[in-house]
């Protein structure tokens, strides 16, 4: 699977976007539907809501597809400085909440910060990730 990153910015904030880590959970239009709208192209528009209203919105991202960072602070997505939680989510992922490092079957180490989705049902083609295959194939767990 290609590892594809987008970035759209109002100057202030620049959303930054995964769609390989996109779980389709529809947080993200349904909470802020003026910036994300995927019947738009580009669906992403930034100058349509407040920096802070994008944040908040970015923060409940569950596959962590979306984030941000300040453009007069750094380039490197904000991290989260809490405890890590992990919630089994209805007919869906797992999602851990929290700084998580994941090393893969090769041995590379990949550092995953505010939410990282894992496959459960075992139908995602980005495992460990979910890529919202549970929806397809009708999961129940």
Request: hydrophobic share 30%; charged share 20%; aromatic share 8%.
């Amino acid at each position: 699977m290609k590892d594809i990153t987008k970035k759209y910015t109002n100057g202030e904030v620049t959303i930054v976007w995964k769609p390989n880590q996109c779980i389709h959970s529809t947080i993200c239009f349904k909470g802020l539907g003026q910036v994300f709208d995927p019947r738009r192209r580009p669906w992403v528009t930034p100058e349509q809501a407040t920096t802070q209203q994008i944040l908040e919105q970015i923060k409940k991202c569950p596959s962590g597809a979306l984030s941000y960072y300040m453009n007069t602070v750094t380039e490197e997505p904000v991290k989260v400085e809490s405890e890590t939680i992990v919630e089994t989510s209805p007919n869906g992922p797992l999602l851990v909440y929290g700084n998580v490092a994941i090393k893969d079957a090769a041995g590379t180490l990949t550092k995953k910060h505010n939410v990282t989705a894992f496959c459960r049902c075992g139908g995602s083609a980005n495992k460990p990730y979910c890529d919202g295959s549970h929806k397809k194939i009708g999961f129940v767990g």
